[in-house]
């Protein structure tokens, strides 16, 4: 194991763990219901080191990304309607995340927010044509990390420590009416599927393919999974908490996601909102990436062509074709006007349907002997991994009537 | 049984008109409100750059004209209050905004409560 290679896995993990999603759910969970959240964003990250080390440890024994084992397990025409519904919740996503690129860049230069949004797309082409996978995935992943300043608020503001703590305990804060519950229940649902991502495993199982990991790697993959997603995790939390703090007894439920970046002004004046909104938006800008790498890799996999950014765009042509497409459709759904949080909204919805199906097929691989050897699911892995199947099954069934219900979590 | 009251409240959601259904674009403006308050309030004590308070200030109105566009019931005590706090200039004081929050947040307590 390679410690410069560890550290700098561990640092990119942390830097890019945050996305729009996350920045908005946490913000306005912690507003809306204090600290009673917290424990839904630690079990959703316990749920992503499960599934993420999973996906990794496939893909450095059996060599399979996720889309070509779901083919060939789910079946041609499951296996269509899962890559469907992935390819559309992640594009959405994608969508959202440059919404949110163009949103940040707004608050840092006052320029037209569609002008940026388009600037923004021609930079991340740039970025993942001219820079090779790792670095593509290290950049932003440590520009990322200046969402540290977020972590500094938390402990500068004065939390009350027990409360928060307790945070960490599932709950159900009490005394709260009919709806309020069911709004509850909402951001569970939703904080869930915004930790839980699924193009956060493809795009990951495809790096380590890209990447030519080996049975050699999988330990630095392990504890990338766990401390990586762990610490990146608390930067989420701290949000959530300092929302606790500062926006709930003033009556602020964030609208928009520029309202997080005061967290960290509050304490620490301008430098702090600048490093607060440049961080966001790196962590924004890695989270576009991938989903859009995500969707090329999807498909192509899926449908057996070549693929890899290893490669020379020539040499995939197709994959490189699809990365290209779902930049510009992403691009052109935000040229439409629509909302960014309104994305938000739908990429969680729709990523939470299809999160079972997604992991189904990695689980019943990275258990299979016949592929794994001796590197099959232990009895913790496999306890947890259906732990957490089951869990996102609930989830999956009850996120359209909650969202339904709550007008996407207003009441 | 449960289907059918999960479909009864699916389209009772999606159907319902006046102050219930007014009630999320209450609790968006209410929030813009206090939101924009907290914005002021930091700009006041030099914590925050020009570009990013004005740039809030546009998201922010934005938000409250959606909200206020969006009340099937424009005329009424909360469609008025969002109307008045859209006429209030960008730098407001704090405390201006904070009582047009304070006001729409005991309306949406109001009709929560009934």
Not at chain 1, 18 to 36: M, P
Not at chain 1, 41 to 64: N, P
Not at chain 1, 292 to 309: H, K, L, P, T, V
Not at chain 1, 376 to 398: C, E, R
Request: aromatic content about 10%; some cysteine; proline content about 4%.
């Amino acid at each position: 194991m390679n410690p410069l290679k560890l550290t700098l896995g561990i640092m990119t993990a942390v830097g890019g763990f945050v996305d729009i999603s996350e920045l908005v759910f946490a913000a306005k969970a912690g507003s809306q219901f204090g600290y009673a959240l917290i424990w839904v964003f630690a079990l959703g990250t316990i749920g992503m080191s499960v599934f993420g080390e999973m996906s990794g440890r496939v893909a450095a024994v059996a060599k399979q990304p996720v889309f070509n084992l779901m083919r060939h397990r789910l079946g041609l025409k499951l296996g269509l309607v899962t890559l469907i519904g992935s390819f559309l919740s992640t594009l959405i996503t994608c969508a959202a995340e440059i919404g949110g690129m163009a949103l940040i860049l707004n608050y840092l230069t006052g320029v037209s927010y569609l002008l940026l949004a388009a600037a923004s797309t021609v930079a991340l082409f740039a970025s993942m044509w001219i820079l090779p996978f790792k670095w593509i995935e290290r950049t932003y992943g440590l520009l990322g990390l200046m969402m540290i300043i977020f972590a500094v608020a938390l402990v500068a503001i004065h939390p009350p420590w027990d409360k928060l703590a307790g945070g960490f305990v599932p709950q159900i804060p009490r005394g709260l009416s009919a709806k309020e519950l069911l709004v509850f229940a909402y951001f569970t649902v939703a904080i869930l599927s915004a930790v839980l991502f699924p193009y956060e495993s493809y795009f990951y199982s495809s790096g380590g393919i890209e990447e030519e990991w080996g049975p050699k790697d999988l330990l630095t993959n392990r504890v990338t999974c766990t401390v990586g997603f762990g610490l990146g995790s608390l930067l989420a939390i701290s949000i959530l908490a300092s929302s606790a703090q500062l926006f709930g007894p003033a009556n602020v439920g964030p609208e928009i996601p520029g309202t997080s970046a005061l967290e960290a002004a509050i304490p620490f004046g301008t430098w702090g909102l600048l490093l607060a909104l440049l961080g966001m938006f790196f962590a924004v800008s890695g989270a576009a990436v991938e989903t859009c790498m995500s969707n090329a890799y999807a498909i192509a996999q899926f449908f057996g062509w070549e693929w890899g950014r290893h490669k020379e765009p020539w040499e995939a042509p197709r994959f490189t074709l699809a990365w290209i497409i779902v930049l510009l459709v992403a691009l052109l759904i935000v040229l439409t006007g629509v909302d960014v949080m309104s994305l938000v909204e739908y990429a969680v919805l729709f990523s939470i349907i299809v999160l079972p199906l997604t992991y189904l097929p990695l689980m019943l691989l990275a258990g299979d002997k016949s592929y794994m050897g001796d590197y099959a699911n232990k009895w913790l892995a496999k306890g947890l991994g259906w732990l957490f199947f089951a869990i996102i099954t609930v989830a999956a069934i009850a996120a359209l009537p909650l969202y339904l219900l709550t007008s996407g979590g207003q009441g | 049984m449960v289907r059918a009251s999960l479909v009864a409240g699916l389209l009772l959601a999606g159907c319902s008109k006046g102050p219930a259904a007014d009630l999320q674009y209450i609790t968006e403006a209410r929030s813009a409100a206090a939101e924009w308050a907290l914005v002021n309030n930091q700009a006041a004590q030099g914590k925050l750059t020009p570009t990013y308070v004005s740039s809030m200030h546009r998201w922010l109105r934005g938000q409250l004209k959606s909200s206020s566009t969006s009340l099937t019931q424009a005329d009424s005590r909360y469609g008025r209050e969002i109307e008045a706090l859209l006429q209030e200039p960008d730098d407001a004081h704090p405390e201006e905004l904070r009582a047009h929050s304070d006001k729409l947040k005991q309306i949406e307590d109001g009709l929560e409560s009934t």
